[in-house]
């Protein structure tokens, strides 16, 4: 798809799969691999003009690699557009930078702009980690006029999380959670990275120790409603 993107990508089982190129799909998902690697390229379900963004939605039962994932919603003339979600689950996972933002509404139109994916990681093997190897933002789009900002998407940590490097967590200044859950620690590599999560009106919520493997630089919050 690097000169006119796909429809929707589908690998239904594969063992390896490496992504070798930048890939640009209305969607991705492997529903069973063994591991999958597009480490130094761009995973790109972008939506189209007046077309919400596709859903990433990656399983392995080992390593899960990913660079940069895009998933926002399409350029609109109307109401903004929402962006696609991303679902990673894996042995290990190794995220890089997540973008799934929606666009913003058209201007002079008065509308509400498109709401965030939600984005969710799961690490499934005996000692489950995810690294954390990039930013993730889920903003809602911008609203035009009277109409409101859309939504954030919720992110959501199932497994311990290490910083890979200082690292933000953003849902924009709306709704939009930010979870770790009961076996999501969180932990760094050196014990100087900085994490700075922004919810708006979303709530934060901290399940399990933060740096009580490896200690964290500062943490900041930036909004929230409830921590």
């Known amino acids: 798809g690097g000169g006119?993107?796909?429809g929707a990508v589908t690998i239904s089982s594969a063992g390896t799969v490496d992504v070798d190129a930048a890939l640009t799909a209305a969607a991705l998902?492997?529903?069973?691999?063994?591991?999958?690697?597009s480490t130094g390229f761009t995973l790109n379900t972008t939506g189209a003009a007046n077309t919400v963004g596709g859903d990433v939605n990656i399983t392995t039962t080992g390593q899960l690699t990913t660079d940069q994932i895009t998933t926002t919603g399409g350029a609109s003339t109307g109401v903004g557009r929402a962006a696609g979600l991303v679902a990673l689950s894996g042995g290990d996972v190794n995220a890089g930078?997540?973008?799934a933002t929606g666009s913003a509404a058209a201007g002079a139109s008065g509308l509400a702009g498109g709401a965030g994916g939600a984005v969710t990681m799961t690490a499934t093997d005996v000692s489950p980690t995810i690294t954390l190897s990039g930013n993730i933002n889920t903003t809602g789009g911008l609203g035009d006029g009277i109409g409101v900002q859309g939504a954030g998407g919720?992110?959501?940590f199932n497994d311990p999380v290490i910083l890979a490097a200082s690292r933000t967590i953003t849902t924009g200044a709306?709704?939009?959670n930010i979870i770790f859950g009961v076996d999501?620690?969180?932990?760094?590599t050196a014990g100087t990275e900085t994490l700075g999560l922004t919810?708006?009106?979303g709530n934060i919520d901290f399940n399990a120790a933060v740096g009580g493997g490896t200690g964290l630089g500062a943490v900041t919050i930036s909004s929230a409603g409830t921590v």
């Not at 998902?29 to 690697?37: I, Q």
């Not at 999501?184 to 760094?188: D, I, P, Q, R, S």
């Open 4 to 6: 006119t993107g796909l």
């Open 29 to 37: 998902t492997v529903t069973t691999a063994t591991t999958f690697d």
């Open 97 to 99: 930078a997540i973008t």
């Open 154 to 156: 919720t992110v959501t």
């Open 174 to 176: 709306t709704a939009g």
């Open 184 to 188: 999501a620690t969180v932990n760094g």
């Open 199 to 201: 919810a708006g009106t």
